[in-house]
């Protein structure tokens, strides 16, 4: 498996050049084509006052998100011109509340979409969402990147959070190519259950899986000293000096982590690392 098509979104101007430096330097690395959707959203929420509305409003609203998704794209195609790198650039609108039908379409055909992490100061209200359709309506992974994180051109440390899910495992599975090209795996099991079909050797069938695509890992079992996984993993992850996290996305509800909080949620929030997630 290799990466032939990267995507990512870009729903601001100011998020031009910080995320697309990062795509140019991973398309780059894996000769892949770079699919650049430059999002107009529209964030009024017409349900709320539909009724009383004018029709001038509403299209104010199209308007403004189309002219937004103009500049972007012209913001885009300008950094992108010269590169070496194959890449096309797209404009569309999307309402908020339909994000999901319109990137997902896209996302299903792309090999990887990297995406800035959704939370923080002066995050747009749509970087969530984005990044929940690429993973469940685009069923794609993802490459979620913090602020000022390194580059995940290619990795050489990398941490894999295993806790024996589907979603766990479609994560590495589609991590491949960054696996192979890693120096250092570390598969983290944290606090395995006395009864799975793994107690013996928990991660061994893992290890031994990756070992088989030619991927050396080394299995670390901690226990659980804090009271949120996230933090468990954010801190094995900095004594380890990791410059990536491949974990599952979502094992629970995305309504009970909205609610109740849970690993892919809190990694959302806290990472300082670039995050490779699936579903």
């Known amino acids: 498996m290799a990466y032939r098509t990267i995507m990512t979104v870009l729903t601001s101007k100011e998020a031009v050049d910080g995320l697309l430096d990062q795509a140019i330097a991973l398309a780059s690395k894996h000769d892949a084509h770079l699919d650049v959707l430059c999002l107009g959203v529209d964030r009024a929420?017409?349900?709320?006052?539909?009724?009383?509305?004018?029709a001038t409003i509403l299209q104010d609203a199209v308007d403004r998100a189309v002219a937004e998704s103009k500049d972007i794209q012209a913001a885009a195609d300008?950094?992108?011109?010269?590169?070496?790198?194959?890449?096309?650039?797209?404009s569309d609108l999307a309402q908020l509340g339909?994000?999901?039908r319109r990137i997902g379409w896209q996302a299903r055909f792309a090999d990887v979409v990297l995406l800035p992490k959704p939370y923080g100061e002066n995050k747009g209200v749509e970087l969530e969402p984005v990044m929940e359709a690429a993973l469940f309506d685009g069923?794609?992974?993802?490459?979620?990147?913090?602020e000022?994180?390194?580059?995940?051109?290619?990795?050489?440390?990398?941490?894999l959070a295993w806790n024996e899910t589907p979603e766990a495992l479609a994560?590495?599975?589609?991590?491949?190519?960054?696996?192979?090209s890693a120096e250092e795996v570390h598969i983290v099991v944290i606090d395995p259950p006395a009864h799975g079909l793994d107690r013996s050797d928990p991660g061994g069938m893992l290890a031994g899986w990756l070992s088989r695509h030619g991927v050396s890992?080394?299995?670390?079992?901690?226990?659980?000293?804090l009271p949120r996984i996230s933090d468990l993993i954010m801190r094995h992850a900095t004594e380890l000096g990791a410059d990536m996290?491949?974990?599952?996305?979502?094992?629970?509800?995305?309504?009970?982590q909205a609610i109740l909080g849970g690993a892919t949620r809190n990694m959302m929030e806290g990472t300082t690392l670039p995050v490779f997630l699936a579903h």
């Open 171 to 180: 994560a590495i599975r589609k991590a491949m190519p960054i696996l192979k």
């Open 78 to 90: 300008k950094r992108l011109t010269g590169e070496s790198i194959r890449w096309s650039s797209e």
């Open 139 to 146: 069923r794609a992974p993802v490459i979620m990147l913090p």
């Open 148 to 159: 000022g994180a390194p580059a995940p051109v290619a990795p050489k440390k990398v941490l």
């Open 245 to 256: 996290v491949v974990m599952g996305a979502y094992g629970h509800s995305r309504f009970r």
């Open 98 to 100: 339909d994000i999901g």
């Open 45 to 54: 929420q017409i349900g709320y006052y539909y009724g009383g509305a004018d």
């Open 217 to 225: 890992a080394e299995i670390e079992v901690i226990a659980k000293t």
